[in-house]
């Protein structure tokens, strides 16, 4: 009985060192956040929303993409976006031009989708070719139509803290922090990257008030950029909770620049050839297999922020058709020409 009795403490003890091994094994490697999962989510709202809209005897909303050129990359953008709105309930159009199109001619255009009523959303997909100004392509979409949130009344709203069409793939970050439940009250957070489009409203979107008509994160944020030294990025990303990797740099973030536990949000796309097949293939500005050993929450590209973009821009469409925004019309024509 005895000898019975010390091999049944023997297993416990044994089963208990298993069950550590793997709560540690477990801790040390990231949990790994699906945007795609999470963009399924919003897509689903963003369904019910148009349903009801529509049920409620309002005209189905209708986004307009106007595409300049034949980059190839643009044209994946515009299709997964056009199938992103047949998915969700919008109609949807793309407009090819040339991308021998004047400034002029395109803003012709922009000005005739402006006033048609049957436009609720309308973007201008960048990059534009390099003749064409695209600040001042952004400035002329309609405030009210602008669902990439780049006009620069949109703009001065965001840092406001006031209701506004929010970037999408800003907000897409902003959503995944949210719905994943990662804390950024009194948070420190580095923002890699500093682009208008990107960097600049993330970084708005998470130091700001959380009580103000937008809600911020109330996080303690630091951005770098390109004259940012390595050595002095690392000292930053080292004592940071959330780090938002949005520069265009492979591998930027790489795991002796993290702390244990940190969440770790990938926006970078970059295109870099596979040393062992040779083929191109997509990675984001994080080294994922090194860093996913010692965060607590990492993106992955692809699959992460980019259909988080996507399900963003949906949302941004329904809030068009609503008019949930409505600014005078001489005020705009005034923040478009300073």
Same mark, same amino acid.
């Given at each position: 009985?005895?000898?019975?009795?010390?091999?049944?403490?023997?297993?416990?003890?044994?089963?208990?060192?298993?069950?550590?091994?793997?709560?540690?094994?477990?801790?040390?490697?990231?949990?790994?956040?699906?945007?795609?999962?999470?963009?399924?989510?919003?897509?689903?709202?963003?369904?019910?929303?148009?349903?009801?809209?529509?049920?409620?005897?309002?005209?189905?909303?209708?986004?307009?993409?106007?595409?300049?050129?034949?980059?190839?990359?643009?044209?994946?953008?515009?299709?997964?976006?056009?199938?992103?709105? !047949?998915? @969700?309930? *919008? $109609?949807?159009?793309?407009?090819? %031009?040339?991308?021998?199109?004047?400034?002029?001619?395109?803003? /012709?255009?922009?000005?005739?989708?402006?006033?048609?009523?049957?436009?609720?959303?309308?973007?201008?997909?960048?990059?534009?070719?390099?003749?064409?100004?695209?600040?001042?392509?952004?400035?002329?979409?309609?405030?009210?139509?602008?669902?990439?949130?780049?006009?620069?009344?949109?703009?001065?709203?965001?840092?406001?803290?006031?209701?506004?069409?929010?970037?999408?793939?800003?907000?897409?970050?902003?959503?995944?922090?949210?719905?994943?439940?990662?804390?950024?009250?009194?948070?420190?957070?580095?923002?890699?990257?500093?682009?208008?489009?990107?960097?600049?409203?993330?970084?708005?979107?998470?130091?700001?008030?959380?009580?103000?008509?937008?809600?911020?994160?109330? !996080?303690? @944020?630091? *951005? $770098?950029?390109?004259?940012?030294? %390595?050595?002095?990025?690392?000292?930053?990303?080292?004592?940071? /909770?959330?780090?938002?990797?949005?520069?265009?740099?492979?591998?930027?973030?790489?795991?002796?620049?993290?702390?244990?536990?940190?969440?770790?949000?990938?926006?970078?796309?970059?295109?870099?050839?596979?040393?062992?097949?040779?083929?191109?293939?997509?990675?984001?500005?994080?080294?994922?297999?090194?860093?996913?050993?010692?965060?607590?929450?990492?993106?992955?590209?692809?699959?992460?922020?980019?259909?988080?973009?996507?399900?963003?821009?949906?949302?941004?469409?329904?809030?068009?058709?609503?008019?949930?925004?409505?600014?005078?019309?001489?005020?705009?024509?005034?923040?478009?020409?300073?």
């Amino acid at each position: 009985m005895a000898a019975i009795r010390t091999l049944r403490k023997l297993c416990q003890h044994s089963q208990h060192q298993v069950c550590k091994l793997h709560t540690s094994a477990s801790r040390q490697e990231a949990v790994v956040i699906s945007g795609k999962k999470l963009a399924r989510q919003i897509r689903e709202e963003a369904r019910g929303d148009v349903e009801k809209w529509v049920l409620a005897g309002h005209r189905r909303p209708h986004l307009s993409v106007v595409l300049v050129g034949e980059n190839p990359a643009s044209h994946s953008y515009v299709l997964n976006k056009t199938r992103a709105a !047949a998915d @969700v309930g *919008i $109609s949807s159009e793309t407009i090819l %031009k040339h991308s021998d199109i004047s400034e002029e001619e395109l803003l /012709d255009l922009i000005y005739k989708l402006n006033t048609d009523h049957r436009v609720d959303g309308l973007l201008v997909q960048l990059p534009l070719p390099g003749h064409i100004d695209e600040r001042a392509i952004c400035n002329a979409v309609s405030p009210t139509k602008d669902v990439d949130g780049f006009h620069v009344v949109n703009v001065g709203r965001l840092c406001l803290d006031q209701s506004t069409m929010l970037p999408a793939t800003p907000w897409g970050v902003w959503e995944i922090i949210k719905r994943t439940g990662i804390p950024t009250i009194g948070k420190n957070v580095v923002v890699a990257g500093r682009s208008k489009n990107v960097g600049m409203p993330i970084a708005m979107l998470l130091h700001t008030d959380g009580s103000h008509e937008r809600p911020g994160g109330d !996080a303690t @944020v630091t *951005i $770098s950029h390109r004259y940012t030294p %390595k050595e002095q990025l690392s000292q930053h990303t080292k004592i940071a /909770d959330i780090i938002v990797a949005a520069a265009g740099i492979p591998n930027l973030i790489t795991s002796d620049m993290i702390k244990e536990g940190a969440a770790v949000i990938d926006v970078g796309i970059n295109r870099v050839q596979d040393p062992v097949t040779g083929k191109s293939r997509l990675v984001g500005d994080v080294d994922f297999e090194g860093v996913r050993q010692k965060a607590g929450f990492i993106t992955p590209v692809p699959g992460g922020v980019g259909p988080m973009t996507v399900a963003m821009l949906m949302k941004n469409t329904i809030k068009a058709a609503k008019n949930v925004l409505l600014f005078p019309p001489e005020r705009i024509r005034m923040a478009a020409a300073s």
